[in-house]
């Protein structure tokens, strides 16, 4: 069971913008930084975004994050069928002399 | 480019350890800016976190609660790579297991951002 808090699922069209949402807690997201990571089917999960919305070189600007008090959301504008994938917030923890934390996880569906 | 390359026996028995090891290039395991971190996934408990082996001054680790009393993340600075035990394995311990690097990306900014390929480890007898 995941402290952070995501959607099972979200879908979209391609072009469509979609939003997944990540909610945790004072102890994680509402005192640090929260990045995403992109896992496709079989792969190693993918370095996303970092520091609530900064995007690595080499990833597309149509992907953006936010974070506001205890909750976190990324966005992908202009969906495309690659992008097919499931999605995971993560933060780090200060309880429990500190650890990482995920989120369980959104499937993201191109229809 | 860092690459993390893991190794180690898919299948382990009920009671036993788990035994995995990750090799690093493109970076030292002796690095002060950098972690290294032992993750694992299952349907069961997603994305969870195991621990950390770091150098600044001296080598440090940090463990998740869970775990605790179980796991031992060791460096080679010999062979440039760390180690993962996990001792009295039982099925639940069944998953995906992945290395990877936490780095300072921008100050205060810590992510992730080298994973390896990831090895799937059965406990079954």
């Known amino acids: 069971q995941s402290v952070l808090t995501q959607p099972p699922s979200a879908s979209g069209t391609p072009g469509q913008r979609v939003t997944i949402s990540c909610s945790g807690s004072?102890?994680?997201?509402?005192?640090?930084?929260v990045n995403w990571y992109q896992q496709l089917p079989g792969t190693a999960p993918k370095f996303l975004i970092y520091?609530?919305?900064q995007r690595p070189s080499g990833v597309p600007d149509r992907f953006s994050g936010s974070k506001s008090g205890t909750s976190a959301s990324l966005a992908i504008s202009g969906l495309q069928s690659e992008d097919e994938a499931d999605y995971y917030c993560a933060a780090w923890d200060d309880s429990l002399n500190g650890h990482w934390l995920f989120g369980g996880g959104t499937k993201l569906t191109v229809l | 480019q860092v690459q993390l390359q893991q190794s180690g026996p898919g299948l382990v028995k009920p009671s036993q350890t788990l035994s995995l090891t990750c090799a690093i290039s493109g970076d030292s395991v002796s690095s002060k800016s950098v972690a290294w971190n032992w993750i694992r996934q299952s349907p069961s408990r997603g994305l969870e976190w195991l621990g950390r082996t770091y150098y600044r001054s001296k080598w440090s680790n940090d463990y998740a609660v869970s775990v605790k009393s179980r796991i031992t993340i060791n460096p080679d600075t010999s062979k440039n790579r760390f180690s993962l035990q996990l001792n009295s394995v039982t099925p639940e311990d069944t998953a995906v297991y992945y290395c990877?690097?936490?780095?300072?990306?921008?100050?205060?900014?810590?992510?992730?951002?080298?994973w390896g390929q990831g090895t799937l480890v059965t406990v079954s007898s």
């Open positions: 990877a690097r936490s780095a300072d990306i921008v100050a205060g900014a810590v992510a992730f951002d080298f």
């Open positions: 004072s102890s994680n997201i509402g005192s640090n930084i």
């Open positions: 520091s609530n919305n």
